[in-house]
């Protein structure tokens, strides 16, 4: 669970979800229900977004782990929206499959950016 020291909750936190706990008096932060959905939809779409790049530039999960530095156990779990991955990640992933970041979370059409880094 998030913790935070007692205060009011920033509007950036409650934009994303979390809101403070209200039957205790700690200070720890509760996740919302939406917070969950948005989490799990950004997940979903993560691992269909890295599988559909990974397919169309026809390498294998053990070839974008090698391009991008890391396991390919985490390519795995990415593709099965269990990973909990980094910032860092995500930005070797997109290198390795020439694609913006932002592309990895958009859906197929949806963002221009989505596409080649260099189009």
């Not at 669970?1 to 209200?22: I, T």
């Not at 200070?27 to 229900?33: M, P, V």
């Given at each position: 669970?998030?913790?935070?020291?007692?205060?009011?909750?920033?509007?950036?936190?409650?934009?994303?979800?979390?809101?403070?706990?209200?039957d205790s008096g700690s200070?720890?932060?509760?996740?919302?229900?939406s917070f969950l959905q948005?989490?799990?939809?950004?997940?979903?779409?993560?691992?269909?977004?890295?599988?559909?790049?990974?397919?169309?530039?026809?390498?294998?999960?053990?070839?974008?782990?090698?391009?991008?530095?890391?396991?390919?156990?985490?390519?795995?779990?990415?593709?099965?929206?269990?990973?909990?991955?980094?910032?860092?990640?995500?930005?070797?992933?997109?290198?390795?499959?020439?694609?913006?970041?932002?592309?990895?979370?958009?859906?197929?059409?949806?963002?221009?950016?989505?596409?080649?880094?260099?189009?």
């Open positions: 669970m998030l913790v935070r020291k007692r205060g009011a909750v920033s509007p950036n936190m409650a934009n994303c979800g979390l809101h403070q706990a209200k200070g720890r932060l509760a996740i919302s229900e948005t989490q799990s939809q950004l997940r979903a779409t993560l691992a269909r977004r890295v599988k559909e790049r990974r397919h169309s530039s026809k390498m294998s999960q053990r070839d974008l782990a090698e391009r991008a530095g890391i396991r390919q156990a985490l390519v795995s779990q990415i593709e099965l929206g269990e990973a909990n991955v980094t910032l860092d990640s995500l930005l070797r992933i997109a290198i390795a499959l020439d694609v913006d970041l932002a592309g990895l979370f958009a859906a197929k059409g949806d963002d221009p950016r989505a596409g080649s880094k260099h189009s």
